[in-house]
């Protein structure tokens, strides 16, 4: 069994930034990948980000490449995800998720899910 707690949300303004933490406890993925991923209001939930377990490779859905960063600390066995230039559009509840791999992440295979996080953006 994996717990995932998230961390950071809140209020920003447009063109702010916020920085979500991720930590994972009980059964660790050492070597296993961590993402991100968010829900709207009356929308799926949907991809964010995700990094492998080594932290070599990364993943981002087009509509935040440019703007967030994901990370990890396998020491803390947590993850982040540095948020900048938000925009309205990236108002929802943010899911912190864990799976064996990066491929079964994407695929939403065998996911661990934290509780959520909410965002929101302000115009």
């Known amino acids: 069994q994996v717990q995932l707690v998230e961390s950071g949300g809140g209020l920003v303004q447009a063109g702010g930034s916020l920085r979500l933490s991720c930590a994972a406890s009980?059964?660790?993925?050492?070597?296993?990948?961590m993402g991100w991923f968010r829900q709207a209001p009356g929308k799926e939930r949907e991809f964010v980000a995700a990094?492998?377990?080594?932290?070599?490779?990364?993943s981002y859905a087009d509509s935040v490449k440019g703007r967030f960063t994901i990370s990890r600390d396998n020491d803390k066995n947590t993850v982040y995800l540095q948020m900048n230039i938000l925009k309205p559009e990236d108002t929802a509840v943010y899911y912190c998720?864990?799976?064996?791999?990066?491929?079964?992440?994407?695929?939403?295979?065998?996911?661990?899910w934290g509780q959520g996080t909410q965002v929101t953006v302000s115009s």
């Open positions: 009980g059964r660790t993925f050492g070597s296993g990948a």
């Open positions: 990094i492998a377990g080594s932290g070599g490779s990364t």
């Open positions: 998720a864990a799976s064996s791999s990066l491929l079964y992440l994407l695929t939403r295979r065998q996911v661990y």
